[in-house]
């Protein structure tokens, strides 16, 4: 079964043409229109991707993003009409997985949206055994680190950093590198790397798992675990 794509859009316009161009591609579709209708939606119908604007009538999309990550790690590309790199900061660092900007060209989107499932596919495909380093387990076939045998509530793209530097324990990676491995098909910004791994740290530290993720100054992150 093709995948589900929920989009979630006010303007009825912007939202019927990509709609149009989604099941062009052969995705299902559904949609909702304010913040209440995409959660509803999202509970009901567990889809395989969110196209979420971020400027909702009533709850807004920075704000129905956090509870789909509370819940899950379902795929999300924010739509906005912002520009302002703190916006696309603020979205990422929520755990969306890209995001577009308007006015955009629509076959930009399904672009972006085919990248963003290949790489959730890919993931969950990947049968290399887990890794280990310390206390911190990645198991790239399951989709799932655990920290002393509980499991992380990491978003797609934080988990693709995490096991990326888990391949390689003790080397440093560059932003460049982890941007690539993590969003290799997006044009976000190098801090978004940042922004990305400074929630992977808060997460880690709650978990007991702090001092595993290092900052290298000048270069960019390495994982390691004390000796």
Request: no cysteine; net charge negative; charged share 30%.
């Amino acid at each position: 079964m093709s995948a589900l794509i929920l989009i979630v859009e006010d303007e009825p316009q912007l939202a019927e043409v990509l709609e149009a161009y989604a099941r062009q591609e052969g995705y299902r579709t559904e949609r909702a229109a304010d913040g209440n209708a995409a959660l509803h939606a999202f509970r009901a119908l567990n889809p395989d991707l969110i196209l979420l604007d971020i400027m909702l009538p009533g709850r807004s999309g920075l704000d129905v993003l956090r509870t789909v990550r509370g819940d899950g790690a379902t795929p999300v590309i924010l739509v906005t009409a912002r520009a302002e790199e703190t916006d696309q900061i603020v979205g990422l660092e929520l755990g969306a997985d890209d995001y577009v900007v308007k006015p955009f060209r629509p076959r930009e989107v399904m672009a972006r949206v085919r990248a963003v499932l290949r790489r959730a596919g890919a993931a969950l495909e990947d049968t290399e055994r887990p890794v280990r380093v310390g206390p911190l387990e990645v198991d790239r076939r399951g989709f799932v680190a655990r920290v002393h045998g509980e499991p992380l509530n990491l978003t797609p793209a934080e988990f693709r950093l995490l096991s990326q530097l888990a391949e390689s324990p003790g080397r440093a990676f560059s932003r460049e590198e982890l941007l690539a491995a993590a969003l290799p098909d997006s044009d976000a910004l190098e801090r978004v790397v940042d922004a990305h791994l400074a929630s992977v740290r808060r997460k880690l530290d709650a978990a007991q798992g702090g001092g595993l993720l290092h900052t290298v100054r000048g270069v960019g992150y390495r994982l390691e675990a004390s000796p």
